[in-house]
């Protein structure tokens, strides 16, 4: 089994920065993708910013040039870097990869989501 945890939610002012984590775990061969979505109550899940294995990373209109996805292959743990926020990002932020196992399965697992709040 394959599981992602999420971590370094919080509470920041408008301007200020915080650090997303998604740790893997398992028996894992390779992250061959991790997205990060965020949802608020009565809107949609939004895909906020996807890394794929080969290194292309792409993000939503909205967060450009403020967020930064990165994976650390050797660590299993994909980061989100959002920087000069705003209080419409305010959300639960979850991770969502596509993994393969060591035997060759695939998993597509979701964390359990970290809250962000983006408050004076």
């Known amino acids: 089994q394959v599981t992602l945890v999420e971590s370094g939610g919080g509470l920041v002012q408008p301007g200020g920065s915080l650090r997303l984590s998604c740790a893997a775990s398992?028996?894992?061969?390779?992250?061959?993708?991790m997205d990060w979505y965020r949802q608020t109550p009565g809107k949609q899940r939004e895909l906020v910013a996807r890394f794929i294995r080969d290194g292309t990373k792409m993000y939503a209109d909205s967060v450009k040039g403020r967020f930064t996805i990165s994976v650390d292959a050797a660590e299993n743990t994909g980061y989100l870097l959002m920087n000069n926020l705003k209080p419409e990002d305010t959300a639960i932020y979850l991770c969502?990869?596509?993994?393969?196992?060591?035997?060759?399965?695939?998993?597509?697992?979701w964390g359990q989501g970290t809250q962000v709040t983006v408050s004076s």
């Open positions: 398992g028996d894992i061969f390779t992250i061959n993708s």
């Open positions: 969502h990869a596509d993994i393969t196992e060591r035997f060759g399965d695939l998993w597509y697992p």
